[in-house]
T-cell receptor, first 113, second 111 residues
């Protein structure tokens, strides 16, 4: 069982709808990453945090996603207006150092219909 | 940015044989090289890693080799078992930076 908890496991949304997923990092891990894995198994980095601060994010995330990691609450990633191309497995990972020892959650599988 | 290439998209071996998966990377500043296993419909499971200060690491049936000069690293699975069948991803990262993944190798271990 993963120490990184992601919810929900599955998410089905219509195009244009918001899609929100959550991640509880491993206890004591201040660095959190979000990745998107498409059906071709390709990974796309979306955003990472150290504590509550955004370290890096790609343009797509900045323009279409809303993400945060508030203290004492789960991290969240929300697509503001879902598109068919957003259908993918969204993986959250946490790390103590940000250098190594990443722990991945079980993922949220999003289907946009 | 970093680009990680995984050379074998599929690999089929007989149970008991060794399997070798090869990866190359482009960023000379990359210092951490993890490997992950993903079974169908599941998340990534950490397998083994190697840091740039060593060129070989072994954990039971798994051996990772790193050639910094060639910017190449490889995963060797010895005495393969059917439960080793999965997709294996190599990855590379700098310190305090995101992980860059290869495209995965589907390993099939035939009984």
């Amino acid at each position: 069982n993963s120490k990184v908890i992601q919810t929900p496991r599955y998410l089905v949304k219509g195009q244009g709808q918001k899609a929100k997923m959550r991640c509880i990092p491993e206890k004591g891990h201040p660095v959190v990453f979000w990745y998107q894995q498409n059906k071709n198994n390709e990974f796309k980095f979306l955003i990472n945090f150290q504590n509550q601060e955004v370290l890096q994010q790609i343009d797509m995330t900045e323009k279409r996603f809303s993400a945060e990691c508030p203290s004492n609450s789960p991290c969240s990633l929300e697509i503001q207006s879902s598109e068919a191309g957003d259908s993918a497995l969204y993986l959250c990972a946490s790390s103590l150092t940000g250098v190594s020892d990443y722990t991945f959650g079980s993922g949220t599988r999003l289907l946009v219909i | 940015g970093e680009k990680v290439e995984q050379h074998e998209s599929t690999l089929s071996v007989r149970e008991g044989d060794s399997a070798v998966i090869n990866c190359t990377y482009t960023d000379t500043a990359s210092s951490y090289f993890p490997w992950y296993k993903q079974e169908a419909g599941k998340s990534l499971h950490f397998v083994i890693d190697i840091r740039s200060n060593v060129d070989r690491k072994q954990s039971q049936r798994l051996i990772v080799l790193l050639d910094k000069k060639a910017k190449r690293f490889s995963l060797h699975i010895t005495a393969t078992q059917p439960e080793d069948s999965a997709i294996y991803f190599c990855a590379a990262s700098r310190s305090n930076n995101r992980i860059f993944f290869g495209d995965g190798t589907q390993l099939v271990v035939k009984p």
